[in-house]
């Protein structure tokens, strides 16, 4: 009777602490600011209560998290808005990693009173964004395409540098003889070999999905994840970098046509604000406040020069010959954000059981919160002011969803017309459909519409269209075809 009760009150813990993180979220909107910060204080008021120091754990649901975090980012990341800020956003996520963490890492050395080798390490645990808050902070704001694409490559694709640093500075730590031309050519392989698993997964995951047909709609998505946790291990086994290919695999994933594609992101979406809750909870668990005060000036001092010295220059010299404006590189500076990434790091040197393990990790939840609430709450107001807002950009909804149809042989497609494609304008009976291709509904202003050979297509509809999976391309090609003036 005592287990069942015990099990009983901590189910009751867990569905208060998903409902308290789901209401925070409301908070979190409101004031800009990444929810959590709203989640890390859940956890510090339950450590009153419940004791927990298991680093271990922390470090598997974070690992976790970022799995699901980075594919759900990857799945929204339109390839068209990536690839003229590939370059840029790769300089960013390896030199100026590089850069930000030197800098850091010297202040350090000086204001903990650690060694070179452990300044340094302190430098590579917080010298990268973080995919998670940058996605919270920046979806739903009208910040220019070319930053908020080049925020998101970056934050995306920057861990796998700031995992390599981590474990490298330690090894080095440890093993001082070690040579550092070692770690460069594992550097390049983890690289190298991270893009060719995610690429090659992501082929294998959207011909997988395509080609099932389960009898519920809602298998698609777990079969999405299970490719995505896949993808990790499999480069992890392969000494390739988990994360860079969980994140090349999941824009493959999301820039292909692909069944049940809507259902996908809306399932990982709310699964990745589950994991995101139950990390930043456990971050709150394992601080302890009385150990905080002792260290509270030199950990603000360094979150300090994060913001306003080490990512800036870093931003700077690592963007120096590309075209970025000084403010744009200004709102590329102040965009980034610290989050799950530096938690999941500092908890390698303490399962290292260093001695500046617990030292770290105090420090490194003060650089988040700072981060989350001085640089999540003033993002839109600096972008206005430097004049980077843009008052015409709106999230567009998906071109192209594919509802597979069990295990018949059609499927239903979702199609949302723009202003130059070649049907836009015409009469339905006017439009040379094959007679296996079918109309079946038209949303327009929120009202539905029963197709008629006299209803004229507009721009801003959003049609539903029956058609065999064996003609899908011909359906694609006759629908997307773009006039020459529309044509990007």
Known sequence: MEQ?????????????????????????????????????????????????????????VGILALIVILFEGGMQTKFA???PVIRPALSLSTLGVIITTVVIGVCAKFILGVSWMESMLFGAIVGSTDAAAVFSVLGGKNIKKRITSTLEAESGSNDPMAVFLTVTLI????????????????????????????????????????????????????????????????????????????????????????????????????????V????????????????????????????????????????FLSLLFSRYSVREKT?????????????????????????????????????????????????????VKLGLMDPNETSSPSLLELFSLGKTTSEINHIQVQKGMSIAGKAIQDIQLPEDILFTAIIRDEQIIAPRGTTVIEPGDTLYVLSPKLKRQQMKELFMLLEPEAAP
């Open 4 to 60: 069942t009760t015990v099990i009983n009150l901590i189910v009751l813990l867990l569905s208060g602490l998903l409902l308290v993180g789901v209401l925070t979220t409301k908070f979190s909107s409101r004031f800009g600011m990444p929810a959590l910060v709203l989640f890390i204080a859940v956890g510090m008021v339950l450590s009153q209560f419940i004791y927990f120091d298991n680093a271990f754990i922390t470090q598997l």
């Open 331 to 383: 709102l590329l500076s102040w965009a980034g954000l610290r989050g799950a990434v530096p938690i999941v790091l500092a908890t390698y040197p303490l399962l290292d059981e260093m001695d500046v393990g617990p030292l770290f990790f105090n420090v490194v939840f003060f650089v988040v919160l700072t981060s989350a609430i001085i640089q999540g709450t003033t993002i839109s107001w600096l972008a």
């Open 171 to 274: 090894e080095l730590i440890h093993h001082p003889e070690q040579s550092i031309w070692i770690h460069i050519l594992l550097f390049l392989w983890e690289m190298g070999f991270g893009l060719a698993v995610g690429f090659v997964l992501g082929r294998l995951g959207v011909y997988a999905i395509n080609k099932m047909n389960f009898d519920s709609s809602g298998l698609y998505p777990v079969m999405a994840l299970a490719f995505a946790v896949l993808t990790y291990a499999a480069a992890s086994l392969l000494e390739a970098s988990g994360l860079l290919a969980v994140y090349v695999m999941a824009i493959v994933l999301g820039n292909s046509d692909l069944t049940y594609k809507r259902s996908i992101i809306h399932f990982n979406n709310g699964f990745a604000w589950m």
């Open 276 to 315: 995101q809750i139950m990390m930043f909870v456990l971050l709150g668990l394992l601080v302890f406040p009385d150990q905080l005060l002792g260290i509270a000036w030199q950990s603000l001092a360094l979150s300090f020069i994060l913001m306003l010295v080490a990512r800036p220059i870093g931003v």
């Open 81 to 83: 808005d990536v690839k």
